[in-house]
T-cell receptor, first 114, second 117 residues
Framework: NAGVTQTPKFQVLKTGQSMTLQCAQD?????MSWYRQDPGMGLRLIHY???????DQGEVPNGYNVSRSTTEDFPLRLLSAAPSQTSVYFC?????????????FGEGSWLTVV | AQSVTQLDSQVPVFEEAPVELRCNYS??????LFWYVQYPNQGLQLLLK??????LVKGINGFEAEFNKSQTSFHLRKPSVHISDTAEYFC???????????????FGTGTRLQVML
């Protein structure tokens, strides 16, 4: 069972570089999302999607782009990396039901911007 | 808007002692409540969740939590901790009103449980 798969696990970027964090799930979940985790701040929602072709902003969307061309994939793009984007990034997925969904998280991607 | 407060950033406890990790929330609508655990360098794993019904919820690894609507709390408890329980614990809430929002989690800042021998 693959669940939610994130790549890469570790990445070092220079300021101004761009990159894409990949996220794939094999559970046919409608809902996918990206969070960032910073010390003392818990997890904060960056972007989310309720289905293919539909995305929306979360709490901290600036500096990030997303797209959802398929149900399985939800990549997160950093257009011009900044040191403030040094963080641990988690992708998550679930069924989109108004019934208290179990949300599955990937293993995380550690990003350092220098 | 909703928010979650975890009052303790760190909780040290000796092995086999009981522990309570506190969580309070605020929301203008009904919520679902969750506790997640994060072991070092890993993702988040669901411990338990409250949707409706009985206010005492039992989860994995011997943890339980009690929903108290009047105090807007959802404290996590374990009667006897083990060294392997050392981890970061996150309380989270989501709206239970409609699709598209039931999966949007708002997290607390986390509580580091340190179990000592």
């Amino acid at each position: 069972n693959a669940g939610v798969t994130q790549t890469p696990k570790f990445q070092v970027l220079k300021t101004g570089q761009s990159m894409t964090l990949q996220c794939a799930q094999d559970m046919n979940h409608e809902y996918m999302s990206w969070y960032r985790q910073d010390p003392g701040m818990g997890l904060r929602l960056i972007h989310y999607s309720v289905g293919a072709g539909i995305t929306d902003q979360g709490e901290v969307p600036n500096g990030y782009n997303v797209s959802r061309s398929t149900t399985e994939d939800f990549p997160l793009r950093l257009l011009s990396a900044a040191p403030s984007q040094t963080s641990v990034y988690f992708c998550a997925s679930s069924y989109d039901r108004a019934s208290g969904n179990t949300i599955y998280f990937g293993e995380g991607s550690w990003l350092t911007v220098v | 808007a909703q928010s979650v407060t975890q009052l303790d950033s760190q909780v040290p406890v000796f092995e086999e002692a009981p522990v309570e990790l506190r969580c309070n929330y605020s929301s203008s609508v009904s919520v679902y409540l969750f506790w997640y655990v994060q072991y070092p360098n890993q993702g988040l794993q669901l411990l338990l969740k409250y949707l409706s019904g009985s206010t005492l919820v039992k989860g994995i690894n011997g943890f339980e939590a009690e929903f108290n609507k009047s105090q807007t709390s959802f404290h996590l408890r374990k009667p006897s901790v083990h060294i392997s329980d050392t981890a970061e614990y996150f309380c989270a809430v989501s709206h239970n009103t409609q699709t598209g929002t039931a999966s949007k989690l708002t997290f607390g800042t986390g509580t580091r449980l340190q179990v000592m021998l």
